[in-house]
């Protein structure tokens, strides 16, 4: 029963943005086109006995090299939660784009948990084609298989339990490996969809992201999406964490979230605590917000 399983906090950092247009997010881009930006997040979800770190950003070299404004070293920021990433043992990796693996050197005691299908995609001869390498940065995929061989790497064929109220979940789409996570809180469990969904408006208008390996498995995930209790937090990957409590009523069985949700934000080194009620229609803004706790 779910009662009973142990609940952890989970801390979303954002660590990057970039200016971009509503065109650049959907395919064939959107005939109401305007500033769309994206935020990009670490997550750490931290229990009483075991703590994971989801995704692993990418450093600021590559940030640069990609036009990208990068805020913070993901690795390094999980001090503002209380984690020292040279400490963390488990990181799971939704999937292996740039974004996503990028401080994965900043983990020597971590053991990744991967999907076995998506190391098997950035080592094959998709990897030739320009469109789909364009995603992954070769260092990156050469230091996973690396780390493989130094048995650092557990690889996955499907869904699975990685401890008490942390689950993976393969849909593919965005990529052939590409997995969401779930995380047992104290205000139930809270779906960190990633790449599976990139906005809550890829799934509410059935479009992808355009930077994708299949178009048939993304809508299939989707599909899976929508089909999550109801009683489950969604989060997207680069949608403001404010909207993770004021998600449109437009998602089918997963739109009836939690509408009041305990906000803490981190300015400096000073933890204050913001709470604040959500309605349907008013999504709610925080600023100059370094972490969120949902719990």
């Not at 943005?17 to 935020?39: K, L, Q, S, T």
């Not at 990208?68 to 503002?80: D, F, I, K, M, Q």
């Not at 739109?255 to 605590?273: F, N, T």
Request: hydrophobic share 40%; aromatic share 10%; glycine share 8%.
């Amino acid at each position: 029963m779910d009662a009973n399983l142990p609940e952890c906090e989970l801390f979303a950092i954002r660590y990057a943005e970039r200016a971009a247009r509503r065109a650049d997010h959907f395919i064939g881009g959107d005939p109401h086109d305007g500033p769309m930006p994206m935020d990009y997040f670490v997550w750490a979800a931290i229990g009483h006995e075991r703590s994971f770190v989801i995704d692993t950003g990418f450093t600021a070299e590559v940030a640069a090299a990609r036009g990208r404004r990068h805020l913070r070293c993901p690795a390094e920021s999980l001090s503002l939660v209380g984690l020292d990433h040279n400490a963390v043992e488990d990181v799971i990796l939704t999937h292996m784009h740039y974004d996503h693996v990028g401080t994965f050197h900043r983990f020597p005691a971590a053991q990744f948990h991967l999907q076995e299908t998506e190391l098997h995609y950035t080592t094959g001869h998709y990897m030739r084609h320009p469109f789909l390498a364009r995603s992954f940065e070769v260092e990156d995929v050469v230091g996973i298989v690396r780390l493989n061989f130094a048995r650092r790497v557990k690889l996955y064929n499907g869904p699975a339990e990685l401890a008490p109220g942390i689950t993976i979940h393969p849909v593919g789409g965005h990529t052939p490996g590409m997995q969401f996570v779930r995380v047992h809180t104290g205000r139930g469990w809270v779906v960190l969809a990633s790449d599976a969904t990139h906005f809550y408006a890829n799934l509410e208008r059935d479009n992808p992201f355009p930077a994708l390996w299949h178009v048939g498995e993304a809508l299939a995930g989707f599909a899976t999406l929508r089909r999550l209790p109801s009683t489950a937090t969604f989060s997207p990957s680069f949608s403001s964490i404010a909207r993770v409590a004021t998600a449109a009523a437009r998602l089918g069985p997963c739109r009836s979230l939690p509408m009041r949700m305990r906000e803490r934000a981190l300015r400096k080194s000073q933890i204050s605590q913001v709470r604040e009620k959500c309605h349907r229609g008013s999504p709610t803004r925080i600023t100059a917000t370094s972490r969120t706790i949902l719990r």
